[in-house]
């Protein structure tokens, strides 16, 4: 008995040398960000670009890593541009875009597999975008906007809109400072930052380390912070609260205190 486990152990040692002698003879092995190429400079290979048959509606869907402009306009329309090898397998199901299954999966440049997204959107005004990549949203003018973002998506956007709705898990960016906003409900799950101004309603909720600066004050606020999250805006109470303002300081109520209406 004895002399079997001693046979046991000796024979685990030797196969345990020959292991390592095996590793050491291919060296080290170890992966490098280096690999992947993340500079915004002109792609390379193949260019090309197609149009898809989209024939718009309130909602859409973007699952793929992208550059991209939306317009409001009369004719809805999508049009893909960049790498060959990624456009010519995007895809348009319904009201999601996405690549098919017999997309490369390998390791890739991502200069090499950029694309460029224009879309023409008359009616949109619910966005989710699941990923990474860039939104540039132009001369948006609608009564609502419903922005949901599961990733690192940068998103700036200029119009306006009476009620706006962010949802937001990870770590995106969005700025709407460049739109007229009356209502705006800000819901962060993670870092990400936001950046707008609502003169109405502004309820925000973080659930994290992201950050929100209101560029303007709004009537009514609220917010709600389960972690190191932040939310700043500028001192003092509305336009509309300035106009109605009380001619002795002592008899200001609650309601148009600026450090009611600040953080």
Not at 43 to 65: V, Y
Not at 133 to 140: A, K, P, T
Not at 195 to 218: C, F, N, Q, R
């Amino acid at each position: 008995m004895i002399r079997g486990l001693t046979m046991i152990a000796v024979g685990g040692a030797v196969v345990s040398a020959l292991c390592f002698g095996v590793a050491a003879s291919r060296g080290p092995t170890s992966f490098s960000f280096s690999d992947i190429e993340w500079a915004d400079t002109a792609p390379s290979g193949p260019q090309t670009s197609r149009t898809l048959a989209w024939k718009g509606g309130p909602e859409l869907t973007i699952n793929l890593p992208a550059s991209i402009i939306i317009q409001q306009g009369p004719k809805a329309g999508i049009t893909l541009s960049g790498s060959e090898h990624m456009v010519n397998h995007i895809v348009l199901n319904g009201s999601t875009l996405d690549t098919d299954e017999n997309t490369p999966n390998h390791h890739y440049r991502l200069r090499d597999a950029k694309v460029r997204l224009t879309i023409t959107a008359p009616d949109l005004t619910k966005l989710t975008l699941n990923g990474f990549g860039s939104v540039d949203w132009q001369g948006y003018d609608q009564k609502t906007l419903d922005l949901i973002i599961n990733g690192a998506a940068s998103v700036k956007a200029h119009g306006k809109a009476e009620n706006v709705k962010l949802t937001i898990d990870g770590a995106a960016s969005v700025n709407l400072a460049d739109m007229d906003i009356t209502n705006l409900d800000v819901a962060m799950d993670g870092a990400g930052s936001v950046k707008a101004g609502a003169t109405g309603l502004a309820k925000i909720t973080i659930d994290g380390a992201g950050s929100v600066k209101l560029t303007k004050v709004p009537m009514s606020f609220s917010k709600q912070i389960d972690g190191v999250g932040t939310v700043s805006m500028p001192k003092g109470p509305p336009d509309a609260l300035l106009q109605s303002k009380p001619a002795h300081p002592a008899d200001k109520t609650p309601e148009q205190s600026e450090e009611d209406l600040s953080f």
